[in-house]
């Protein structure tokens, strides 16, 4: 769930659920570790992280004060779900798991925001999107 | 990366560190290292000589005299969050201090490196020009006052001469039924600020007598909004139009743009935020009257 203020249009995520199915859990505090690390790259991905070039072709965000990770205070509680079906392949009931956090939260994340403009009739084809994307997304859709 | 070599100074009285700074070839004032030790380990700047004020006992401190507040210029930002001294006298400069880094920054970072380094989107500054704050700085030849309104000339550029320390900042008390309010757009929570609002209102007898507002983020140095305030002196509180005012604050800028955001985004996300920080600091003026 995305918030995005209407005159800022700084973005906020309100709420990120998140649920996986690896089978048996050998450790979750490991599963829930991985699927935390994959959302927060969907995070950062949409909302925060730009390779930035001039007209030269020169990397322009080169430190971490220039291309922006998300911190702990850009991540909201994960509300993390498991769903436990046991593989029949292994003795275990064990399955493949860690990308589960990772392929979905780009595009979950940039699909709220998208439909969080979409009543002003944005239409949302490019990440990142910073507050400053945003508003000009708005402003090309008003004109 | 680490910082290229340099040569270690920590003198322990302010009459040593002028000394210092002007007899020592390439040396540069260290005053907390919250922006000098990232450039230099970034290797972005190099000196042959640091000259660290932090243990300088006559530059820290912060005390309220003659309805002035003078906060000594190595006080750290953690100081000034944590005085009670600042929160009551000084209002703004406490509700502004959370929005600098985070707290492991704001124990090493001290109001006068803040200043002295006028980074353009830096929250200090525009305090300082919101509340027409005076400057102290100490050369050579004795001390001189600057107001803050002269003291910030553009990017990292200040009124201070070479060879000269800030060494105080005096803040004007403001009595009565006072507001003040921060407003500010980052991306991250403590990072620099894309654009930011600095405001602070005074009301006599239902009305604004007096109004600092002052943005940062918007170009070369704190944008004192001049016009927005006069519109704003003599309106009956609540103001009506401060979406306005807000535009009365942004007239005359052409903010830059950087790999953050668009220099159209922070002119229009400025007015917001004048509307957005005088509609609290009237609110706060409201029930202070």
């Known amino acids: ?143 | 990366m680490k910082p290229a070599p340099f040569e270690y100074d920590a003198p322990t009285t302010l009459a040593e560190a002028v000394e210092l700074t002007n007899s020592l070839e390439d040396a540069k004032v260290l005053a907390g290292g919250q922006s000098l030790l990232p450039i230099l380990a970034l290797r972005l700047s190099r000196f042959d000589h640091l000259i660290d004020l932090g243990r300088i006992g006559e530059l820290i401190g912060i005390e309220r005299a003659n309805g002035t507040v003078t906060v000594r210029a190595m006080s750290t930002q953690a100081d000034i969050g944590a005085s009670a001294v600042v929160a009551t006298g000084v209002p703004l400069l406490a509700k502004a201090t959370p929005f600098i880094g985070h707290f492991q920054i704001r124990n090493r970072g001290t109001l006068g490196g803040s200043l002295a380094h006028a980074d353009p989107s830096a929250e200090y500054p525009a305090v300082a020009v919101a509340l027409d704050a005076t400057l102290e700085v100490a050369g050579p030849s004795g001390s001189r006052r600057i107001p803050a309104s002269d003291f910030f000339e553009a990017t990292f550029m200040t009124a201070a001469a070479e060879g000269e320390i800030l060494t105080a900042v005096h803040f004007p008390v403001w009595a009565g039924a006072t507001g003040f309010a921060v407003e500010e757009v980052a991306r991250r929570h403590g990072d620099f600020a894309l654009v930011g609002v600095m405001a602070g209102v005074r009301l006599e007898a239902g009305k604004v007598a007096h109004a600092g507002v002052a943005l940062f983020g918007v170009g070369g140095r704190p944008h004192r909004a001049t016009a927005a305030e006069a519109a704003l002196v003599g309106s009956a509180a609540p103001v009506s139009d401060l979406a306005e005012i807000g535009q009365l604050a942004v007239g005359d800028l052409d903010p830059p743009d950087d790999i953050h955001a668009s220099g159209a985004y922070r002119r229009q996300i400025g007015a917001v935020l004048v509307e957005r920080a005088l509609h609290t600091a009237i609110q706060e003026a409201i029930s202070h009257g």
């Open chain 1, 1 to 143: 769930v995305v918030e995005i203020d209407g005159r800022t249009w700084e973005p906020r995520v309100l709420r990120y659920i998140v649920s996986e199915d690896c089978g048996r859990m050998i450790n979750p505090r490991v599963v829930e570790g991985q699927i935390a690390g994959g959302v927060v790259q969907g995070l950062g991905g949409v909302l925060l992280e730009n390779f930035v070039y001039d007209g030269d072709g020169n990397p322009v965000t080169t430190t971490f004060m220039d291309y922006l990770l998300p911190t702990a205070t850009e991540v909201p509680d994960l509300e993390i779900g498991h769903i436990v079906t046991e593989a029949t392949s292994n003795p275990g009931g064990f399955k493949g798991m860690g990308e589960g956090g990772a392929i979905g939260s780009h595009a979950a994340v940039a699909n709220a925001v998208a439909d969080a403009l979409a009543h002003l009739g944005v239409t949302v084809t490019t990440t990142p999107l910073g507050p400053s994307h945003i508003f000009e997304l708005v402003e090309a859709a008003r004109s």
